[in-house]
C-alpha cells in the first residue's frame, strides 16, 4: 500500500538525549510531512538515553492537532522506548486527545488561570 519510513530520532536531532521542544518540533515536522505524504511511519528511540515529555509533547503529542487519532494509529509505530517512556508516551498522547479536540476551551482557561496568578 504505502511506503514504511523509519525516523531514527538520535540522528534526526545528532543528540541522544531528547529534552528539547526544538528537536521535538524538527522530530514532528518530519511525522507530519511523511503521515501526509500517505507514509507509513515508524519512530525509532533506539539510542536515545534521556527523554522528557516536553519533547513527546512537540515531536508526538502534537500530531494530535493536525490528524485524527485513527489516521494517526494507521500510520504510526514507535519502537526503542523503555517501559517507562512507553507510559510517558502513553500520557503524552491522552493529554493531546483531551487538549486539541477543545484547544480553544483550554487555552482560554489557562490564560484565566495566568490572569488570577498575577
Not at 540522528?11 to 531528547?18: F, R, V
Not at 521535538?24 to 503521515?35: D, F, P, S
Not at 501526509?36 to 536515545?48: D, H, I, L, P, Y
Request: net charge negative.
Amino acid at each position: 500500500m504505502s511506503d514504511q519510513i523509519k525516523i531514527k530520532v538520535s540522528e534526526l536531532i545528532g543528540n541522544q538525549i531528547c529534552i528539547s521542544a526544538d528537536d521535538g518540533q524538527k522530530v514532528y515536522n518530519k511525522i507530519e510531512q511523511l503521515v501526509r505524504e500517505g507514509k507509513q511511519v515508524t519512530v525509532s528511540f533506539a539510542n536515545v538515553t534521556m527523554l522528557v515529555s516536553l519533547f513527546l509533547n512537540v515531536a508526538i503529542g502534537q500530531l494530535y492537532g493536525s490528524f485524527d487519532e485513527q489516521h494517526i494509529r494507521n500510520q504510526l509505530k514507535v519502537e526503542g522506548l523503555a517501559p517507562d517512556d512507553m507510559e510517558l508516551l502513553k500520557r503524552v498522547v491522552d493529554n493531546a486527545k483531551k487538549y486539541y479536540p477543545n484547544k480553544k476551551a483550554y487555552d482560554a482557561a489557562w490564560k484565566k488561570e495566568s490572569e488570577d496568578e498575577e
